[in-house]
């Protein structure tokens, strides 16, 4: 990413790009076109929690499912030690 540090982006941020409230984001309804990135420690693990597109509704989900995403890309040590 040649950056020296990745932050989230604000709660009002998050409305305005995703159209979702902090805590139901969901990376499978994303706006086209929106970057994903994506640690690849998670492509480890069996299942992931994701969001479900509102607060009260969570995915259980394989991260396999960032591979057929366009938008994702997985980065290498992208949540730090």
């Known amino acids: 990413m040649n950056v020296g540090k990745v ?3 604000t709660a009002e941020e998050t409305a305005e790009f995703t159209g979702m409230m902090i805590g139901g984001v969901t990376a499978l309804a994303l ?5 994903i990135y994506v ?3 998670l492509m480890m693990l069996d299942y992931i929690i994701l ?3 509102s607060r009260s509704i969570k995915i259980k989900i394989a991260p396999e499912v960032f591979k057929c995403i366009p938008e ?3 980065i290498e040590g ?3 030690e």
């Open 7 to 9: 932050s989230f982006a």
């Open 78 to 80: 992208l949540a730090g």
């Open 72 to 74: 994702a890309t997985i």
């Open 51 to 53: 969001g479900g597109g």
């Open 39 to 41: 640690d690849s420690g």
């Open 31 to 35: 706006p086209k076109g929106l970057p």
